[in-house]
């Protein structure tokens, strides 16, 4: 590539790979839109602080995904501009939570602690991506938020729902889709499948000294919440996610996840296993076990109230209230005009 053209096609964003000038532009058009966003913007800034690269690659399963570790942001290359403006602000926002010192270790923290910090995060980071394709909806672009809806209608829906009714501004929209995320059982077995791969490969490359730790660690879920689940600068969670995380239901596992992670302990010397699995989890972890997601309530989006309020249709329905407000002002002068004639009429 010439100089010239390495010039046109200097990337707005600092760390971006890319194969060529296609992928180049599908990435720059990804970030234009986000840039359209108030959260988008503080997103990108993030990111492009943090270090964080952003590459498009093939084959990969996921839309997109980010690595903690080495601060890689990847992007499934099938993906259109609508799907990937959310998946961008999914990842970005990961990147963002672990640059504001996020403590996460699969080997030394509880299964509870570091499967409940882990939703916490994947929540979180589903709701910033539904805030930036909310805020594009209501410019009038509502492709993104379309295809979030797709696959996350179930916190995608709890959102708009709260924000038509008023309450996008005092947090209870991201709060409602916050806990929309724990609805889909096949998503939280999909991430404590994920937490005991990622247990395994730290228990490869641990010192006995860390292996001697294993699994004692709690990061209490109040830490991750105060440091990540904000909108705005703003808490957008109450006093109700500490019962929420401290619930039964917060304190399960899948059938197949409760014994991978009792396999792990069963032949540990503080560990009795004539107990059984069930009391001995119960009382190292506090953990039960759920049936297989199969067998769960199937996650029911919520039934939309109406649709986005784009900045058109706010202008079109105060200009409505103007003309009829103008229409019964004309009305009550002709009946004042009409009862004048009367008046005088009859005088
Ligand atoms: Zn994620």
Redesign the pocket.
């Known amino acids: 590539m010439s100089e010239e053209l390495k010039q046109a096609f200097a990337p707005s964003y600092k760390h971006l790979i890319y194969k060529d000038a296609s992928e180049l532009k599908l990435l720059e058009s990804v970030l234009d839109e986000m840039r359209k966003t108030k959260l988008g913007r503080q997103l990108i800034a993030d990111a492009e602080a943090y270090g964080t690269t952003v590459e498009m690659t093939s084959g990969m399963r996921a839309i997109g995904?980010?690595d903690e570790f080495t601060k890689k942001i990847r992007l499934n290359s099938s993906y259109g501009k609508d799907g990937l403006v959310g998946t961008l602000s999914?990842?970005m926002r990961?990147s963002q939570q672990f640059q504001k010192g996020l403590r996460f270790d699969a080997l030394l923290d509880t299964p509870t602690s570091y499967i409940q910090n882990q939703t916490i995060?994947?929540a979180d980071?589903?709701v910033a991506a539904t805030e930036v394709c909310y805020e594009l909806a209501t410019q009038g672009n509502s492709g993104p938020l379309e295809e979030l809806r797709k696959k996350d209608a179930h916190i995608v829906n709890p959102f708009q729902n709260e924000a038509i009714q008023g309450n996008l501004a005092n947090g209870g929209a991201h709060k409602a889709a916050f806990y929309g995320w724990y609805t889909d059982y096949f998503m939280r077995d999909a991430y404590e499948t994920n937490y005991c791969k990622m247990y395994r490969q730290r228990y490869q490359d641990s010192t006995h000294e860390e292996s001697d730790k294993k699994m004692t660690r709690t990061v209490p879920v109040r830490e991750t919440i105060d440091l990540v689940c904000q909108y705005g600068g703003k808490p957008y969670l109450g006093k109700e996610a500490d019962d929420f995380f401290a619930s039964e239901e917060m304190h399960t596992v899948s059938y197949e996840r409760f014994n991978m992670i009792y396999g792990r302990i069963w032949s540990d010397p503080d560990v009795d296993y004539k107990e059984g699995a069930d009391a001995v989890m119960m009382k190292k972890f506090g953990l039960k076990q759920r049936p297989h997601y199969g067998y769960m309530p199937a996650k029911k989006p919520p039934e939309l109230l109406g649709p986005v309020p784009t900045v058109e249709s706010r202008q079109a329905e105060a200009a409505q209230k103007i003309a009829e407000t103008k229409a019964s002002k004309a009305e009550t002068q002709t009946a004042k005009v009409v009862n004048k004639i009367l008046e005088t009429k009859t005088r």
Request: charged residues 20%; glycine residues 0%; without cysteine.
């Open positions: 995904s980010f999914h990842e990961h995060i994947e980071a589903s």
